[in-house]
């Protein structure tokens, strides 16, 4: 059965004296923002909640806008989680409002080991699913947080969690041994826009990009002609396009250096849940956080070594 609040009451949904809040299965409804988030709720819910993603794949965090079905789907929800740390742009003083007042609501990005955050332009970089092991870490907290809202699963959730961590784990270490195919020299990694910093960290890319951590600016054609001057002098052999931002500026640049287009990169979105593609020789689900990284390191392995 549906269940959403009424008309301006309990958006800021209390959990208490409301029943459950569930999903169309009867099952309760964890709502995620972005499908990175959205795998995770999936991977630690397991049977026994319905998980409902607002952004669906090539979907734009930084400008996605929530509609009136989402903000239901928000207020409907016994938990809402999200990325946090101004990933969800246009959304985030809501979230922030709805968790400061008590609201069942949680950012995956509060559970990150001090100091590990990158700071640049003055903002917190919120792209930590590069980084496989920190996003292992997102993931244990997450499932902390999920079995304190769900104490008759409390069990099932955190033994939920540590498979995820383990996994996410195994993924840091197969992405740190792929890397090493790209001689050092060559691991430059050219991109539209600054999502791929942490990665960058984890596996040992420079990275360069047109514009910078959130989507909203246009790429300036002094930022253009700098990289592509970067470009011509380290003789960088590909640069990539991202699946969820215009692939124009990349392109152009692409066509003025003559590197190659070394393929599309998943940036700030997954691919749909159950895409199975081909990662050097495994088979990956393009549509959860850990195929998604392996995939994209198959494509900057083969466009640079
Ligand atoms: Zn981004």
Redesign the pocket.
């Known amino acids: 059965m549906m269940k959403f609040a009424a008309g301006g009451v309990a958006l800021l949904g209390g959990g208490c004296g409301d029943g459950v809040r569930a999903g169309r299965s009867g099952k309760p409804l964890v709502a995620a923002t972005t499908t990175m988030v959205g795998d995770l709720a999936r991977s630690l819910g397991g049977e026994g909640v319905e998980v409902s993603a607002l952004m669906g794949p090539e979907v734009?965090?930084?400008l996605f806008k929530p509609g009136q079905r989402d903000v239901q789907l928000l207020r409907g929800a016994e938990v809402v989680m999200y990325g946090g740390l101004h990933?969800e742009g246009r959304m985030a003083e809501m979230l922030e409002r709805m968790e400061r007042h008590g609201g069942r609501v949680f950012a995956v990005s509060e559970g990150l080991r001090a100091g590990s955050v990158i700071e640049a332009d003055g903002a917190h970089d919120?792209?930590i699913w590069g980084d496989a092991s920190m996003w292992a870490d997102a993931a244990g907290y997450a499932a902390g947080r999920l079995a304190g809202y769900f104490p008759g699963r409390a069990e099932e959730m955190r033994a939920r969690g540590e498979e995820v961590v383990a996994a996410l784990r195994g993924v840091h270490e197969r992405l740190k041994g792929r890397a090493e195919e790209v001689p050092e020299g060559r691991r430059v990694l050219v991109t539209s826009?600054?999502?791929f910093r942490y990665f960058g960290r984890a596996y040992g890319f420079e990275v360069l990009s047109v514009q910078g951590?959130?989507?909203v600016s246009e790429a300036a054609l002094a930022d253009m002609a700098r990289i592509s001057g970067v470009i011509r002098a380290r003789g960088i052999k590909a640069v990539f396009v991202e699946s969820s931002v215009s692939p124009a500026t990349i392109k152009r640049i692409s066509e003025e250096t003559g590197a190659v287009l070394g393929g599309e990169l998943c940036?700030?979105a997954l691919g749909a849940p159950g895409e199975m593609v081909d990662a050097g020789g495994r088979m990956v689900d393009k549509g959860t956080v850990g195929g998604m990284l392996e995939y994209n390191m198959d494509t900057i392995v083969r466009a640079l070594r």
């Open positions: 734009d965090p930084h990933l919120p792209h826009h600054d999502a951590i959130a989507t940036s700030d």
